[in-house]
């Protein structure tokens, strides 16, 4: 009897212990998310206001890293377990290589179809290179993008990274699966874009609103499917930063700019079009079945 006594006050005392922890890891995770959207609320007052100020728009971008700093300190009283460790080189390899790879793969498309024309003018004239532009300047235009540019993408992913990958996704993998973790994090992440995409003009001129709406959705949530796979693989926030650096350059500064548009391409190209949300889309499902087998 004593020895039941002992096992059940056990049990009880490992149950609160666990009601305890997952309380509190809920209590982390709603701070954290009322911290970045307060502190975004607060940069997007100044930036849609009769007077925009645009130094808060760098604000915005690092809310969610504050956030997770400030709760991370809260709650833990150190900055330990956001991911800081650097990674293994295949790792960040993977996350500088997949945007140039799905990058090239929905542009090739778009340039052999016709949807779109591969354009060096088009480059030239949207990012202020002198013109006309020989296919010589345009590898070293390429070369600068693909490293001091990757460079100062970095710098500004940080910011975003260090929230939804450094902090969100490890503390949601606590309760949930990896893919229930990639979605909730994913739809996160996508409705924190929609103030930019409504307010700010942040989308594809020449489409819908709601088109541009859906297919970046689709998108964030498939990215974020391969960077909450990368976190948590590697145990470090690098792989998801270079990789959200290194799509913004190349989709941004490089195959956006390359694509001179009809009446359709905005139907297909960059963040707001079907092509990008697709591919990235089939990689959301690799990685599910990857995870599916794992189990």
């Known amino acids: 009897m004593l020895s039941l006594f002992v096992f059940e006050h056990r049990s009880i005392t490992l149950n609160q212990s666990q009601a305890a922890s997952s309380n509190n890891l809920g209590a982390k995770i709603a701070i954290f998310l009322l911290l970045t959207t307060v502190l975004t609320s607060i940069c997007y007052y100044f930036l849609v206001g009769s007077n925009p100020q645009e130094a808060f728009g760098l604000g915005l971008?690092?809310?969610?890293?504050?956030?997770?700093?400030?709760?991370?300190?809260?709650?833990?009283r150190r900055l330990a377990g956001l991911g800081w460790k650097i990674s293994a080189p295949k790792d960040l390899l993977i996350s500088y290589s997949l945007p140039l790879?799905?990058?090239?793969?929905?542009?090739?498309?778009?340039?052999?179809?016709?949807?779109?024309d591969f354009s060096l003018q088009a480059l030239a004239s949207q990012v202020g290179l002198a013109t006309p532009l020989a296919i010589s300047g345009f590898w070293v235009y390429l070369g600068e993008v693909a490293t001091v540019g990757i460079v100062r993408s970095a710098v500004l992913a940080f910011g975003e990274e260090l929230g939804w990958r450094g902090f969100l996704v490890p503390e949601l993998s606590k309760r949930y699966s990896l893919v229930a973790t990639a979605a909730i994090s994913g739809v996160i992440w996508a409705i924190w874009h929609y103030p930019a995409i409504l307010l700010v003009e942040y989308n594809n001129?020449?489409?819908?609103?709601?088109?541009?709406?859906?297919?970046?959705?689709?998108?964030?949530?498939?990215?974020?499917?391969?960077?909450a796979w990368l976190r948590?693989?590697?145990?470090?926030?690098?792989?998801?930063?270079?990789?959200?650096?290194?799509?913004n350059i190349f989709i941004q500064t490089v195959f956006n700019p390359l694509t001179s548009k009809n009446a359709i391409t905005p139907y297909v190209i960059d963040e707001f079009?079907?092509?990008?949300?697709?591919?990235?889309?089939?990689?959301?499902?690799?990685?599910?079945?990857?995870?599916?087998?794992?189990?």
């Open 273 to 295: 079009g079907v092509g990008l949300a697709l591919v990235v889309g089939l990689l959301a499902w690799l990685v599910w079945r990857r995870t599916k087998y794992q189990q």
């Open 101 to 116: 790879g799905y990058g090239l793969v929905v542009y090739s498309v778009v340039w052999l179809s016709g949807i779109g």
């Open 232 to 247: 948590l693989k590697s145990a470090s926030v690098w792989p998801a930063v270079l990789l959200h650096a290194s799509h």
């Open 205 to 227: 001129a020449g489409a819908p609103l709601w088109f541009g709406l859906c297919c970046f959705t689709i998108l964030v949530i498939g990215l974020s499917f391969v960077m």
């Open 61 to 76: 971008i690092f809310s969610p890293a504050l956030a997770a700093i400030i709760t991370q300190l809260v709650f833990e």
